[in-house]
Structures are given as C-alpha cells and as structure tokens.
C-alpha cells in the first residue's frame, strides 16, 4: 500500500524556501510569507503564474493585527491574480494543516501546483499577549491568567509521566542537549549552540526552573520565521533546484479537548496519525531512516519516542539511554534540531519540518545531511497532542 497505489497520483514536493528562524525584527508577515514562497516557485522551476492553489499555515490568535492573512501570497507575483488562497489553522499543527490541504487539492484533481506556505510573527508582541494567545490553544486554560503559559500544562504531562514511571529530569537534558548539538549545523536554526548535557540537566541562574519540573532548555523558543514549499503531480521542471520528494503517506487525527477526556501520558490522537500514516506509506519505524517530531517541549518528545512505537509505555528514556535517536543510532530524531533549537513560529513548524526532511531526502541539508537518507517522517501536533498530523516523505 502506498499513497501512489490507493488514490493513483504521485504526490511531490517540488520546491522549498525557508528563513531563519528567530526574533526577525526586520521582517513582517508578508516580507517572511513573500520570500519564502517566491523562493519555493523559483526552486520548483515554475513560474508564479503555474501555481493553481495557495494554502497558508497562520495560528496568529492575535499576535499579529491583521486576522485575514490568506492573500499576502499574491503579493509575490501579479501572475497569483486570482489563485484560491486560503489561511489554515490549527495552533500548533497550522503548517500540517496546510500541507495536508494541499495534498488533497492535488488528490482531488482540482490543481496540478500548490503553494503551501507557513508563517508567523511572534517576538514583537509582548510575553502576556504571546503567552495568552498560545494558552487559546487549550480548552481548560483559554482566557485565563497564567504564570507559565503553555510550559505548565506540559510540564502537568511530566508529573503524569514521573508519577507512572519515575524521574525523568535526566533524560530531558539529554533530549535537550541533543537537539542544541543537532542544531548547531542547520543554518535556520535559532539557536546554533551545543550547550551541553551537563548544563541542560542542571537548574542554574541561566537555566531556571520554567515551570516545575521543566527547565527553560526543556522549551522551545518563541520565535518569527516562515517556511514554503510546493506540491505537484508533475515531473520536476527542468530548472528544479533539487531532487523532488514523495509524500508517501500521511494521517491525521484529532483527539478530544478537555483534558478530562484524554489520557496525558497516552497522546491518543498522535498515535493515531502515526498509524494512519505509516500504513497508507506501507512501512513501519524500521523502514525509516530519520524523523522530524514536535518538541515544543522535552517531554513531548519522550512520549513520543512511546507513541511512535520506538520503545514501550514509560520506557522511551531507552531512546536516549542507548543512543537510538542520536544522529549515528537506529532511528535519528530532530537532526534539524527539532523546535527546541531550530525554533518554534506556530504556523510555520509543520511547513519547515517538510522542508528539513525533503532537504534530507534530496541531500541538499549541507551539514545536517544523514548520509543516505531515503525515508523519513514528520510529526507535528496542535495544542497538547489535540491536533496531529504525520507524514511520510521518500527520496523520488
């Protein structure tokens, strides 16, 4: 089974742009979304004016004044005149959100080039207006006032998954120093700095207690960037500036909001999309070779490294224990850097994960390259693991 056999379309990712992540403050919303997708077209070898379709990935919840964004992408070229374009939302996974929408346009044989852009603007807005809009995400904390933000309903997850398994203080520095160590070498990456096991396991004057029992190297940045690419059912042009890519499979799959309703060491919903996608790809872990995953926070990758089948419930610090996600272990996991080093603009994220791993694929990812890379999956998750979509991506 595969995308390509269950629907008959191949499905590529043509073409990729891709900022730096960080506090731009140069930058606006449209100059992040503008630059991006004109440099994903060029490097499809289109021309603005053979994109059918244009999807963009914003969460905003205002951060930025504007609230009706869908049609900065025209501004690229006066050839977009008239290009259905529509804002996709879905906090934390908006960039997913749009991919998968463009996947389906192409599926639906409603256009043959897509534009999926993914965008956001955070760091001018003041900490209570990003730490309010953020918490907008979540049923139980929406409108309320909040010392910790989204880091103390993750940080709730951690004290669920010590109560079940025991400390994991530990391991969260070492999935923290290893995505600093990874992001050293991606040229996008916010924060280009090897900081080490020691530093990240460790309370200090420079790693406070964020919200117990996570450390501010167990969060993710807030940051502004933007990321594009373009999905076709069309050969590469010949002026492409890369190999294409293969979506090979995807899923996605919600889960209830009210945190009464959901286990918090389980993440249903991402367990779910992983499944979804992995069969439609017709492969399972051991067929890929890297994976992208949110890490908005530490333990949401340690609970991943469970849902994702790499080890069982409560034994995902293996993972890290014995080197299986490390860059030269079984199944390497943020060699971008992940958010916690790359950086986290919401709508953006799920965007730029296809972007890093296609660059992979392609072996365009310079010193991030994983030699040999053939296939790979991106997961990114909206709210605390309400939201999920995962893709598999293939070397073409």
């Not at 004016?49 to 900065?72: C, K, R, T």
Request: with cysteine.
């Amino acid at each position: 089974m595969s995308l390509q056999s269950q629907f008959g379309k191949d499905i590529l990712l043509t073409g990729w742009g891709h900022t730096p992540f960080g506090k731009l403050a140069d930058e606006t919303l449209e100059s992040l979304i503008v630059k991006v997708g004109r440099e994903a077209i060029a490097n499809a070898g289109l021309e603005p004016g053979q994109i059918d379709e244009v999807y963009l990935g914003q969460f905003n919840s205002g951060m930025v004044a504007l609230g009706f964004p869908s049609s900065l992408a025209l501004q690229i070229s006066d050839d977009l005149a008239n290009v259905p374009a529509t804002r996709v939302e879905n906090a934390c996974a908006s960039g997913s959100a749009a991919v998968q929408q463009g996947a389906k346009s192409l599926l639906a044989g409603t256009a043959r080039n897509v534009l999926v852009i993914g965008a956001e603007k955070m760091t001018h807005a003041g900490a209570d207006v990003v730490g309010a809009a953020l918490l907008g995400a979540d049923y139980d904390a929406a409108g309320k006032a909040s010392s910790t933000g989204f880091a103390g309903l993750f940080a709730e997850t951690a004290k669920h998954y010590e109560k079940r398994y025991g400390a994991v203080g530990d391991v969260l520095g070492s999935i923290a120093a290893k995505n600093h160590r990874n992001g050293v070498s991606n040229p996008y990456a916010q924060l280009r700095r090897d900081l080490g096991e020691e530093f990240c396991r460790t309370v200090s004057e420079k790693n406070p207690v964020v919200a117990e029992p996570l450390r501010r190297t167990d969060c993710s940045p807030v940051s502004d960037g933007a990321a594009a690419l373009v999905l076709s059912t069309e050969a590469p042009r010949a002026g492409a500036a890369a190999e294409a890519v293969r979506l090979a499979g995807f899923g996605h799959a919600n889960d209830f909001m009210p945190v009464d309703k959901r286990d918090p060491t389980a993440f249903a919903g991402s367990a779910a999309a992983w499944r979804r996608a992995l069969a439609m790809a017709g492969t399972g872990l051991d067929g890929l070779d890297f994976a992208e995953v949110h890490d908005c926070f530490t333990i949401a990758e340690l609970v991943m490294y469970e849902v994702m089948g790499l080890t069982g419930p409560g034994e995902g610090r293996r993972a890290i224990e014995e080197g299986w996600v490390y860059r030269d272990g079984r199944l390497p996991v943020n060699l971008s850097g992940g958010l916690k080093a790359k950086g986290h603009p919401v709508g953006a994220t799920g965007v730029s994960q296809h972007v890093v791993a296609a660059m992979q694929l392609s072996g365009t990812a310079g010193d991030m390259q994983l030699p040999g890379a053939r296939r790979a999956a991106v997961h990114n998750m909206g709210g605390l693991a309400v939201a999920n979509y995962v893709s598999v991506l293939e070397a073409h």
